[in-house]
């Protein structure tokens, strides 16, 4: 039985077909694992999550106990999918991130345009970025050009002399990135990509319809709030707020004169964002802090404590939204998720704010034991694993070998089903 990284002895088998998202939260840090169908689809066969430390408002502030707390983590993971873990696909959240846009051009050398042409012409664009203190993350074509004749999605097989495109740019700072990398470097964990967290967040929740028609992601954590804005197909805007549903907890403690464990309770068991979607006449006993006293409470009151503080946060995302001047045309509304978005009354409290059709956000496009994961607090866990499921199978579609390889086992998976 082969020795795991840590020194100790689990049943494990490093396997190339597998991807793993590692959500490091503000409030929990979860990994994910999954395998890589010979369909191209995602299998989750494992899923590990421990409350976070050394963590605030998705900032790392205390290494040594975000280490063991990654090591925990991945020892779960890996003992429940049976495998060894070789790399991640990490996030970073939205508060520590920023988008710009750029343009960058190229000429052709034959008329028509190839895949090549367009891989060319996004490296390109990512050399002229000047990232000053930053490192880029991720180069994100919004559209393409051809002799200056815009609006192209995907210029492959067209033909002219000139390719330009117009793409975002997601960076964030050096110290962040550094910081990200020693922790995973001290739990001997490999990260094979740092991803934006909005976009993985996207990956797992948005449809197609969705991002064509225009839409606005909202992930509500503990510790922070990270929003994503979708148009034409393309993410056109992202950023974070420094406030998620820890601040509900604290403003409870606080309201309630509560310790914060009781407030954290509370807002989970009677908690309620919209005070008209509550009963009147309930009471709830609360604990009175520094003390064994139990006070009883109207429920009206933990409501009107979470209503402000839930409209604070949905209000501050909407100001941000309207200063991005993207705002406008998001015919497909807008949709929550991340645990907070857990609470009774978030979907209706946000159609009051943004005044825009709101669903809840849970994790698309897997299988396996997808009932795992099946919550908004791993939706960013999940959408990290998707993101490294596209990069497989992108690499392997630029690889003949590859290629070759998975078409028969697509296959083989073919024959199976015909003789089973
Ligand atoms: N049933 C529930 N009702 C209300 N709030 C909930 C519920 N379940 C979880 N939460 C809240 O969700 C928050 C944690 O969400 P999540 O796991 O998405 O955060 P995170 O990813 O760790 O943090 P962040 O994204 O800010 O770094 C906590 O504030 C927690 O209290
Ligand atoms: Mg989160």
């Keep these: 039985m082969p020795a795991d990284y840590r ?20 409030t929990k840090i979860s990994a994910v694992v999954g395998e890589v169908t010979p369909e191209g689809g995602l299998d989750i066969i494992g899923v590990g ?10 900032v790392i502030v205390d290494i040594d106990s975000a280490v063991e707390a990654i090591v925990k983590v991945m020892k779960d993971a890996e003992v429940m999918a049976g495998v060894g873990v070789d790399g991640v696909y990490v996030g970073i959240s939205g508060g520590q991130i920023a988008a710009s846009p750029i343009e960058g051009s190229l000429e052709l050398s034959t008329k028509e345009v190839t895949p090549r042409d367009v891989q060319q012409v996004m490296a390109t664009t990512r050399s002229l970025t000047l990232a000053g203190n930053a490192q880029i993350l991720h180069v994100l074509p919004v559209e393409f050009q051809l002799d200056g004749v815009g609006g192209i999605d995907n210029p492959t097989g067209m033909t002219g002399s000139k390719l330009g495109v117009w793409a975002q740019v997601i960076t964030a700072t050096g110290p ?24 993985a967040t996207a990956r797992a929740v948005l449809t197609e319809d969705e991002k064509n028609l225009g839409v606005v992601l909202i992930d509500i954590g503990g ?3 990270d929003i994503a804005i979708y148009r034409s197909g393309t993410l056109k805007y992202v950023s974070g707020l420094m406030v998620g549903g ?15 464990a009781e407030a954290e309770r509370l807002k989970k068991q009677y908690g309620c964002a919209l005070l008209t979607l509550m009963n009147a006449d309930d009471m709830v006993n609360v604990q009175v802090i520094g003390t064994k ?3 009883p409470t109207p429920r009206k009151l933990l409501g009107e404590i979470i209503e402000c503080r839930v409209e604070e946060i949905f209000a501050l995302a909407l100001r941000q939204m309207q200063e991005s001047g993207v705002s406008e045309g998001l015919a497909a509304g807008v949709v929550i998720t991340g645990g907070a978005s857990i609470m009774p009354g978030m979907v209706e409290a946000a159609e009051v704010v943004f005044g825009l ?29 998707l993101y490294g499921c596209d990069q497989l199978l992108a690499a392997e579609a630029a690889s003949p070998h590859h ?5 028969a086992l697509r296959r083989m998976a073919a024959w199976f089903q015909n003789f089973s």
């Design 357 to 385: 059709p709101v669903r809840h956000g849970l994790p698309l496009y897997i299988s396996g034991l997808a009932d795992l994961v099946n919550n908004p607090m791993y939706t960013t866990g999940v959408g990290l694993a």
């Design 176 to 199: 962040a990135i550094n910081t990200l990398l020693r922790v995973l470097d001290l739990a001997k964990v490999e990260a094979r990509d740092i991803v934006a967290q909005p976009l």
């Design 403 to 407: 290629a070759g390889l998975r078409g």
């Design 293 to 295: 006293a139990i006070q």
């Design 246 to 260: 820890n601040h509900i907890t604290h403003d409870l403690a606080v309201g309630l004169r509560t310790p914060v």
């Design 7 to 26: 020194g100790e002895e689990v049943a494990v088998s490093k396997h190339s077909n597998q991807v793993v998202g590692l959500d490091i939260g503000s």
């Design 49 to 58: 999550d421990r409350p976070a430390r050394g963590l605030r408002k998705g």
């Design 223 to 225: 510790g922070s709030t």
